[in-house]
């Protein structure tokens, strides 16, 4: 049974936030993060035990929003995505040709939800393989609880924000990574310096819901946009790689 007096701390809260934010849009999407039901579902997985309570906002990406939250004593990272019809144009091309969603079909939030589930198979998938990821906890309809990387103070930064002290090392530590990807069988599909974060001097890659196996028939046009992005990205950072000698590292070629 639902506490109603907790619900509305954390309507409350939720509300705060919204009228904090200045920009009409961020206000807007606030409102399409925390429709009825997702409220209703974030109440379901607390008192389920999932995680305990939602501190505050951590991010805004394309598809959600990520949130900092606790699990008993832990931190929990809380994605909760958008039921939009410009987050289901997004993510639709991906669903297409995966072999593990042949034949769905329904409504946005139904295919927002297998989006959800998607990517906490993905992520425990590539765990499995040694891929450096958030570690996958919980996914209830449009919410996906992980592992959160970070400190009390801040979240563990993109690569985009930094200027890497050693590119060669992170290389090295994104190249082993894009190896345990492609030996889990998959491609990423949309990897680049946005979506990999750096902490405790390793990197890890987040936002994996887009990645397919390697059967989906755009895996290897996918996989040469990852490593074209990964070689720019190093290039900016002072070093001489080529995408051929990006690729063939991480094939082992």
Not at 14 to 37: A, L, N, P, S
Not at 161 to 173: F, G, H, R, V
Not at 197 to 203: E, H, K, N, S, V
Request: aromatic letters at 8%; hydrophobic letters at 35%; a positive charge.
């Amino acid at each position: 049974m639902l506490d109603e007096k907790k619900m509305r701390l954390l309507e409350t809260r939720i509300e705060g936030w919204r009228i904090r934010v200045k920009d009409t849009d961020q206000r807007k999407t606030y409102d399409e993060v925390f429709d009825q039901r997702t409220l209703l579902t974030i109440f379901k997985m607390i008192n389920d035990g999932l995680f305990t309570k939602i501190d505050y906002p951590v991010s805004t990406g394309k598809e959600g929003n990520v949130f900092h939250g606790m699990r008993e004593e832990k931190a929990v990272a809380l994605k909760i995505y958008r039921v939009s019809n410009a987050t289901f144009n997004t993510i639709s091309s991906y669903l297409r040709g995966d072999s593990r969603y042949r034949g769905l079909r329904g409504d946005h939030r139904r295919m927002i939800c297998a989006w959800a589930t998607k990517e906490f198979k993905n992520l425990d998938r590539l765990a499995a393989a040694g891929t450096r990821v958030p570690q996958p906890l919980a996914v209830s309809d449009n919410i996906l609880v992980m592992g959160y990387l970070g400190d009390d103070t801040t979240p563990a930064p993109m690569l985009k924000n930094l200027k890497i002290e050693d590119p060669n090392a992170c290389l090295d530590d994104v190249v082993e990574n894009m190896k345990c990807i492609q030996k889990a069988g998959m491609v990423h599909g949309d990897l680049s310096e946005y979506n990999i974060l750096l902490w405790d001097g390793r990197t890890y890659i987040i936002d994996v819901g887009q990645a397919v196996t390697l059967d989906h028939p755009q895996a290897e046009e996918w996989f040469t946009r990852d490593i074209d992005n990964m070689a720019r990205y190093f290039r900016h950072q002072g070093l001489k790689l080529t995408p051929k000698q990006l690729r063939d590292r991480v094939r082992g070629e």
